[in-house]
């Protein structure tokens, strides 16, 4: 496992864009001063969580473009930009799916929606194919949002704590064994 992590981390680390290659980008050159300060490339204790909350938030709600919606959020947010991003991937083709189908029970059990709620009587002539899919999707859509704005809030405050819990044992380890190593070298 550790193996894998180091791997990803390297293959992060080689892909990534670097804020030189992005400063010389056409694109972002009129508010480059803005998107490439210092203060949000760098890994700081409050910018990564800042991050990671972020990146999960703008990942279930945000459909499409969400690199480019976490990354211009990030600005005033003073979240680390490249964890915001790297941070939307928790919704991918394999996760969304699954992810909305829980939505979908758990706005639909906030809102009390179960086999008690009638459904409009429509007869049998009148309902065609398409009016029974758009009455499911609209019937589905409330339940849905209400679900992944939930999910968004919990799973945006869970990353946000766990980061936080992660960049505090690693820098106590980091201390450690620096400390081992004074130690080890004063005797």
Partial sequence: MVEYATRLGQWFKRNMP???????????????HRVLR???????????????????VVGILIPVAQIVAAALLALPLRANVPVAAVTTFITNPFTTPPLWVF?????????????ITPDPPMSE????WLAAALQW???ASLPTALGLIVIAIVG??????VSALCWRLWIGAKWRRRAL???????
Avoid at 125 to 128: D, G, I, L, V
């Fill in 18 to 32: 670097r804020r030189e290659e992005l400063e010389g980008n056409r694109f972002l050159r009129p508010f480059a």
């Fill in 38 to 56: 210092a203060d949000l490339w760098r890994f700081t204790r409050r910018s990564v969580p800042r991050g990671v909350a972020l990146g999960t």
């Fill in 103 to 115: 939505a979908f029970y758990l706005g639909k059990y906030l809102l009390r929606l179960d086999g």
């Fill in 125 to 128: 002539a009148a309902q065609s």
């Fill in 137 to 139: 999707l609209m019937a």
């Fill in 156 to 161: 945006g405050c869970v990353g946000y704590a």
């Fill in 181 to 187: 190593r004074r130690q080890h070298l004063a005797s």
